[in-house]
Structures are given as structure tokens and as C-alpha cells.
């Protein structure tokens, strides 16, 4: 029997919502789950290859979606995006800054050239995205939601991945600031800090050292399943169960974090 409340709640219907980085392991799943509550989707990302894949993979889903090709790292690529969007849709209900890249490397010998590589997909083009997007939504009789990804390194250093460390302890730090700035103009800005999900940037990360070690610190004692983010996703973005929330954080990790703060 479907359930009208939770429908009500929930449903993502008539809206529009952009994933910058939705070619991706993560952001793939997040595409869909917008997409199967409703929402059209625009998968956004630098690879065409993997972006159409998603889309179609949305489409036999029953959900509809498009990509657009976009670089993080480049103001006037995320301004076009947004424009294009904007022009197409006529409103950016939702937001989701998925793009991101790592770099494990002994502290001594992180180059100037990698450092500004994490700190650029993860931190600056997190800002530019909030800075482009939510004057936009904030135009909008509906306002909007966006949506930054953290990390469980968000509150805890990672061994080895300095950069990445502190570009996702400044994400966190960023949606709180601009959820304060844009709160009595209907944008709520969250964050969702995933635990550890194999993915292609932390692909070579995961040595069997790493693996064991993370096993042995997350309560649960495996990793996650991309799709089991999309429930904390819904409830962040989601106009009607979200409503009064902003500035916040969900982990998402197997208890990871639960009892380290
Ligand atoms: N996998 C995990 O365990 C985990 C844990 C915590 C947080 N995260 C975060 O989740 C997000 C998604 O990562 P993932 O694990 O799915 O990795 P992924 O490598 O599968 O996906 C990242 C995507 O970002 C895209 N991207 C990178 N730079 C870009 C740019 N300049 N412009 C446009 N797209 C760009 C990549 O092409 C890729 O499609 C990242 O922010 C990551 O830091 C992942």
C-alpha cells in the first residue's frame, strides 16, 4: 500500500537537482536516489562516458536525468552549469558538491602541486558552488537545498591524508557558515560525512594495512554500501523532513565516529 506520509515527506517530485561529481561511486548513488524520489537529475561531471552511463542507468530506473559536463575547479565552468540549469529548468532545487580526490603521501613529502589539487576539488570548488548556487536558490520562491560531502575525517585525522583531512574539516566548517548566512533566505546548506566506501579516489588508499585498520575501529566491521547514504541525502535535501534543519552534519560510517567525539 503506498504510504502518503512518507510520499509527502520525502518526495522530490517537479524539482530539479544538480550533483557536481555524479559520475562518481558516491555521487552515482546519490544520482539515483534523487532521481527515484523524484527529482530530475543532472548529472554533472568531466567524463561524458560516465555521466551518459548514469544517466541511462537512471532512465531503467524510471527516473529522469541529464549530464552536463562541469570543472570543479574552474569558477566559470560551476557559473555555466549553473546558468544552463537555470535557463533549462527555471529553478535549482538541489545541490550536491560530490566532487572530490585524494592523495595518501608521508607528511614531508606532500608536493605544493598536490596539496592545491585536494584543497582546490574538495574545499575551494565546495565554496564556489555554495558562493554560485544559493544566491540562485535564494531567488527562487521555493528556495533550496545544498547538499556538501564531508568525511568521518571531517572531526578525525587521517593517517596520510593530510590534505584531504583538512579539506573536509573545512567543508564542515564552510556549510555551517554559509547555512547561517542564507537561513532567513530559504537555503539550508548540510553536510553528509560518508565513513568509508570503496570508490576510485580511495582506490589505492586502501592497502590491506589500511583495510584492517578500519575494520577494526568501525563497530559495524565493513564498509559501507554507496546506496545506504541516499536515506541521509533525503533527509537533508528534502523540502518537508528537512525543513528546519541547517548548518548540520550526518555520519553515515558503521559508528566510525559514534563515540570519538
Ligand atoms: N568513498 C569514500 O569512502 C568516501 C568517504 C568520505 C567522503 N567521500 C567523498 O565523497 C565524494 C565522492 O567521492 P567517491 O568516493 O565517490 O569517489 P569517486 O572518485 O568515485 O568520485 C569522485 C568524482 O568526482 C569527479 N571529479 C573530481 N574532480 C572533478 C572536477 N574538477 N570536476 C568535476 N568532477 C570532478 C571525478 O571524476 C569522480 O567522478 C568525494 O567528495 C569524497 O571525498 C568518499
Not at 556538501?148 to 596520510?160: D, F, Y
Request: aromatic content about 6%.
Amino acid at each position: 500500500m503506498p504510504n502518503s506520509f512518507v510520499e509527502s515527506l520525502f518526495s522530490l517530485s517537479g524539482q530539479t537537482a544538480v550533483v557536481i561529481g555524479g559520475t562518481g561511486v558516491l555521487g552515482g548513488a546519490l544520482c539515483e536516489g534523487l532521481a527515484q524520489a523524484g527529482a530530475h537529475v543532472v548529472v554533472a561531471g568531466r567524463s561524458r562516458e560516465r555521466g551518459e552511463e548514469r544517466v541511462r542507468a537512471i532512465a531503467a530506473l524510471g527516473g529522469s536525468a541529464v549530464y552536463e559536463e562541469v570543472d570543479a575547479t574552474s569558477r566559470e565552468s560551476l557559473s555555466s552549469l549553473r546558468d544552463r540549469v537555470a535557463a533549462a529548468r527555471g529553478a535549482i532545487d538541489i545541490l550536491v558538491n560530490c566532487a572530490g580526490v585524494n592523495s595518501a603521501t608521508p607528511y614531508e613529502k606532500i608536493s605544493d602541486e598536490d596539496w592545491d589539487r585536494v584543497i582546490d576539488t574538495n574545499l575551494k570548488a565546495t565554496h564556489w558552488g555554495c558562493q554560485l548556487f544559493a544566491p540562485q536558490m535564494a531567488s527562487q520562491p521555493e528556495g533550496g537545498s545544498i547538499l556538501n560531502i564531508g568525511s568521518v575525517t571531517s572531526h578525525l585525522p587521517l593517517s596520510r591524508v593530510f590534505a584531504y583531512s583538512a579539506s573536509k574539516a573545512a567543508v564542515v566548517n564552510l556549510s555551517k557558515n554559509v547555512a547561517r548566512e542564507f537561513a532567513q533566505r530559504k537555503v539550508r546548506v548540510n553536510t553528509l560525512c560518508p565513513g568509508f566506501f570503496p570508490a576510485e579516489q580511495n582506490r589505492k588508499i586502501l592497502d590491506k594495512d589500511r583495510v584492517a585498520n578500519i575494520m577494526g575501529q568501525t563497530p559495524m566491521a565493513r564498509f559501507g554500501e554507496p546506496q545506504e547514504l541516499i536515506g541521509a541525502m533525503l533527509l537533508l535535501c528534502s523540502r518537508q523532513a528537512g525543513s528546519f534543519i541547517t548548518g548540520a552534519e550526518i555520519y553515515v560510517d558503521g559508528g566510525f565516529t559514534g563515540n570519538r567525539f
